[in-house]
């Protein structure tokens, strides 16, 4: 068990770039989550995979943010046309089945400049 | 609408002592609860979880109390140690409604004095 992946660490861009981040799974797990955190708040949901197909997203997640996971492993989260409030902490999570605990990645955490 | 509260932003607790973590919840179709401990630079870390059916469960140092009539869950630490000093959130879902996320509260920093 390698646990969930993020990449990267850290991205800093400037207001208006787009940036993509990576997240690998635990291999066994077939749901797969994005969720954000800010300073001083709890993680905040994004998006839920099941397999290859978005069941479930955010209305946080505006036009701006697009999510994929092709072949169901891993998972990119995009961001166009970045914003200073988008500056925050990207978490990337997994589970087996339904009422499983998530296991999370070490995050990539966004300054947008 | 913050229908997972964290309401103490901080705690401190003596070594060896008893840590109580308190977490109250607003929605009664939540079934499933769970707390994660997270330290600086790092994701959060699953600590122990609680079935709605179930009003504790006990891994270790570390027990979870469902009150579902209060809408009330705490974590005991019981005794505390340095290594505890962390943020904690909890967590609850409600796998029934069809909706798939977890919703966090706000989290409540523990230090551990030695």
């Known amino acids: 068990d390698t646990g969930v992946s993020q990449n990267p660490r850290h991205k800093i861009t400037k207001r208006g770039q787009n940036v993509t981040f990576r997240c690998d799974p635990i291999?066994?797990?077939?749901?797969l989550y994005w969720y954000r955190q800010t300073l001083g708040q709890g993680p905040e949901f994004l998006t839920y995979f099941q397999n290859e197909a978005q069941l479930e997203k955010s209305r946080l997640l505006s036009d701006r943010f697009s999510a994929e996971r092709p072949k169901g492993s891993f998972s990119t989260l995009e961001i166009q046309r970045t914003e200073q409030g988008d500056s925050a902490m990207y978490l990337c999570?997994?589970?087996?089945?339904?009422?499983?605990?998530?296991?999370f990645g070490n995050g990539t955490r966004l300054t947008v400049t | 609408d913050q229908q997972v509260k964290q309401n103490s932003p901080s705690l401190s607790v003596q070594e060896g002592r008893i840590s109580i973590l308190n977490c109250d919840y607003t929605?009664?179709?939540?079934?499933?609860f769970l707390w994660y401990k997270k330290y600086p630079a790092e994701g959060p870390t699953f600590l122990i979880s609680?079935?709605?059916?179930?009003d504790k469960n006990e891994d270790g140092r570390f027990t979870v109390f469902l009150n579902k009539s209060a809408k009330h869950l705490s974590l005991h630490i019981v005794p505390s140690q340095p290594g505890d000093s962390a943020v904690y959130f909890c967590a609850a879902s409600d796998a029934t409604s069809g909706t798939y996320k977890y919703i966090f509260g706000t989290g409540t920093r523990l230090k551990v004095l030695a």
């Open positions: 291999s066994e797990h077939n749901r």
């Open positions: 929605n009664s179709m939540f079934d499933y």
């Open positions: 609680i079935s709605s059916i179930k």
């Open positions: 999570a997994s589970s087996w089945v339904l009422d499983s605990p998530l296991h």
